[in-house]
């Protein structure tokens, strides 16, 4: 692959480097679904469902013979770190764990430094943190791919092999009412950029003083493609809805408030009820963990309509092919 172009991704105000994969443009990082085409999601969802195939069919992959993959995580994770740690593995890699508390940035060392130094001996890495600002200093300075695997702002590989869950279950994503219920946080506001690039109809229901940032609301609405509604009323949201996703009330960090949430957040439980106003054939996603009999019933969650098991399996082959693509190309 041959560096095509430069150019300045306005979204996170850094440098991104463009290559060309097969006549596709690919970012360098994935910071944010904001930051990806059309053609790139498109990419993503084609090489997942490609190298599921080959693994279901027992066909190895080892495409990242000898290269190594960093997970520098500062909040808890089972699913992204596990099948990220897999996903490298199965491509013939290595992982390797981080915690950042045990790392010299615990002791004030500049994210500039650690990123540079990182960069000497991994290929990719994949960062779970608070605050957006941080990943992006990382891919300002570092000269592998960097990975957001969640921040408070967003989630976006989650988003992605959401979508291919969605794409598994009815067909594709287009033509679909897909409802967000529950916290405008990090998951909504992916599932957000999503849609202003995709073009799927989006309809949130969040609580008053909890709805998406304002800006990556308007960033993502001003797309010509974008179909997207908020308001407060989770009926209406839902109301023939092909795709149900909600998430926990209080996120990782927001501890604190899970008491205080639990009243305002009530009446947007996704339970049987509620969805009785979606379309027949409704899907139920919930990325997890999920808190049972807050956002979401144990009948709903373990219910007909609840495809939350594939949608966690799907991170497997969604974080593969998001690790050949940055890596390789
Ligand atoms: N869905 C998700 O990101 O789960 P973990 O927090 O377990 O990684
Ligand atoms: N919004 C949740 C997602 C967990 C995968 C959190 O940030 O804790």
Same mark, same amino acid.
């Given at each position: ?17 463009? &290559?060309?994969?097969?006549? *596709? ?43 190594? &993959? ?92 959401? &979508? ?16 967000? /219920? ?61 795709? *149900? ?61 609840? /495809? ?14 998001? &690790? ?6």
């Amino acid at each position: 692959m041959k560096i095509d172009e430069m150019e300045a991704s306005d979204s996170c105000k850094i440098q991104v480097i463009t &290559l060309k994969l097969g006549g *596709v443009f690919m970012t360098k990082h994935l910071l944010t679904l904001a930051d990806l085409a059309k053609e790139e999601f498109e990419t993503f969802f084609k090489r997942a469902i490609e190298l599921k195939e080959k693994q279901k069919n027992g066909i190895a992959e080892p495409l990242l013979a000898g290269k190594s &993959l960093g997970l520098l995580f500062d909040k808890p994770s089972t699913r992204t770190r596990v099948s990220f740690e897999t996903a490298m593995i199965q491509l013939g890699g290595s992982p390797l764990f981080i915690s950042s508390k045990d790392t010299q940035m615990s002791r004030d060392e500049p994210i500039k430094d650690t990123a540079r130094v990182l960069s000497r001996y991994l290929d990719a890495l994949a960062i779970r943190t608070f605050s957006q600002e941080v990943i992006q200093e990382f891919a300002e300075s570092a000269g592998i791919p960097v990975i957001n695997a969640l921040t408070d702002a967003y989630h976006p590989c989650q988003v992605l092999s959401d &979508l291919l869950t969605v794409i598994e279950h009815k067909g594709s994503y287009q033509d679909l009412k897909i409802a967000w /219920v529950g916290d405008g946080h990090n998951m909504a506001q992916s599932w957000i950029n999503a849609a202003g690039t995709l073009g799927f109809e989006l309809h949130l229901a969040c609580p008053e003083g909890y709805f998406p940032d304002a800006q990556i609301l308007s960033g993502a609405a001003q797309k010509s493609n974008a179909r997207i509604t908020l308001n407060s009323d989770p009926i209406a949201a839902i109301k023939d809805a092909d795709v *149900v996703n909600t998430d926990v009330w209080a996120s990782m960090g927001q501890e604190a408030e899970q008491e205080a949430r639990k009243k305002i957040f009530a009446p947007f439980q996704v339970n049987a009820a509620l969805l009785e106003n979606a379309a027949k054939d409704v899907i139920v996603l919930h990325c997890l963990p999920a808190h049972r009999e807050e956002e979401i019933t144990e009948a709903v969650l373990e219910g007909p309509h609840s /495809v939350v098991w594939d949608q966690s399996e799907n991170k497997l082959h969604m974080h593969k092919a998001i &690790l050949d693509i940055l890596i390789r190309t």
